[in-house]
């Protein structure tokens, strides 16, 4: 089972036990995040396809760290004016360790167990 989840701008498929690394997010590490904004989810027969996004579906997680990218080199030159420029970029990102994805209906479940 994996769910595909936006933020940031971008779209990520995201399974249970495996790490994500999305763009810059709020927290420290070993807060809790939820992904609320899932585009699909994908569990066999029982797939669900949002329009634009599923109902009541989310994804939950642990911020593992914030860290930065391998370095970009960008260099720009324009021929025979004696004009060079070079510019590294690090881009930031957060890593993500995905707990649970949940449906509605698994969280319906899990709210008459907690009721009783």
């Known amino acids: 089972m994996f769910a595909i989840v936006e933020t940031g701008g971008k779209q990520y498929q995201v ?3 495996r790490y994500l690394d ?3 997010l709020e927290g420290e590490a070993n ?4 992904f609320d904004k899932v585009v699909m989810i994908v569990n066999g027969k029982k797939s669900k396809v949002g329009q634009p996004y ?6 939950e997680g642990t911020i593992v760290k914030h860290d930065k990218a391998k370095k970009v080199i960008v260099y720009k030159q324009r021929p025979k004016k004696g ?3 070079k510019q590294g970029h690090r881009q ?3 890593r ?3 707990s649970k994805i949940r449906t509605s209906a ?3 479940a899990e709210a008459a167990t907690e009721a009783e």
């Open 106 to 108: 698994q969280k319906k």
């Open 83 to 85: 004009y060079r420029k």
């Open 15 to 17: 399974e249970e036990g």
């Open 54 to 59: 599923v109902a009541g579906a989310s994804a």
């Open 22 to 24: 999305v763009e810059l």
């Open 96 to 98: 993500v360790m995905i």
């Open 92 to 94: 930031g990102f957060t």
């Open 31 to 34: 807060a809790k995040v939820v």
